[in-house]
């Protein structure tokens, strides 16, 4: 079975501009977190979406946003980029199943800001 | 909130030694807890996880972590360490319920092996 695939895995933009990340989930899986890695803050919980729904996000800014489609491909947007966006971004697949579920995480993409 | 806490941020051993990561995790119930490894430039895979049951779980790549509930802590183990080890290990505690989907990590802890 094929893992989580992020697309693109690197990506330069500059201040000001926008940006569409994109993550396919393991097949099967239903839900998909982004996580958001730098190396001053580490690990952060961005937003998690199932079903098309947004169930749970974390303490980000409203320029962080995402969707998830029917087939559960979910994207993550940034606009109006800062310097401080620069970082790699990994999207997380589950099935979800139970009281919680494993998350399977993709490669990644990194996010450069100039 | 939930918290966890690696504290070691470096940790460095000889080939064929042994291994013990700390963790320790801040949580009111019983916690689901893993640990992930990442080596340079990629995602993170996962190596074992605990979410009831045994206390002792084995994971992939011949890691094992031992929960301990009156320590609030989850250490990572290996009895001896391969040169392919060396990567970043992050240990996590999910909570399930309102926060399904999501995990909180540690700051992780960087491991060198020394041939």
């Known amino acids: 079975k094929a893992g989580v695939t992020q697309t693109p895995r690197y990506l330069i933009k500059t201040r000001g501009q926008q940006v569409t990340l994109s993550c396919s989930p393991i097949s099967g899986h239903r839900s998909v977190s982004w996580y958001q890695q730098t190396p001053g803050q580490g690990l952060q919980f961005l937003f998690e979406?199932?079903?098309?729904?947004?169930?749970n996000k974390g303490n980000f800014p409203g320029r962080f946003s995402g969707r998830q489609f029917s087939n559960s491909r979910s994207e993550m947007n940034v606009s109006t980029l800062e310097l401080g966006d620069s970082a790699l971004y990994l999207c997380?697949?589950?099935?979800?199943?139970?009281?919680?579920?494993?998350?399977?995480f993709g490669p990644g993409t990194r996010l450069t800001v100039l | 909130a939930q918290s966890v806490t690696q504290p070691d941020i470096h940790i460095t051993v000889s080939e064929g030694a042994s291994l013990e990561l700390r963790c320790n995790y801040s949580y009111g119930a019983t916690p689901y807890l893993f640990w992930y490894v990442q080596s340079p430039g990629q995602g993170l895979q996962l190596l074992l996880k605990?979410?009831?049951?045994?206390?002792l779980v084995q994971g992939i790549k011949g890691f094992e972590a031992e929960f301990k509930r009156s320590q609030s802590s989850f250490n990572l183990r290996k009895p001896s360490v391969h040169w392919s080890d060396a990567a970043e290990y992050f240990c996590a505690v999910g909570t399930g319920g309102t926060s399904y989907g999501k995990l909180t990590f540690g700051q992780g802890t960087i491991l060198t092996v020394h041939p």
């Open positions: 997380a697949s589950s099935v979800p199943s139970g009281a919680t579920d494993t998350q399977y």
């Open positions: 605990y979410f009831s049951g045994d206390t």
């Open positions: 979406y199932f079903s098309e729904t947004q169930r």
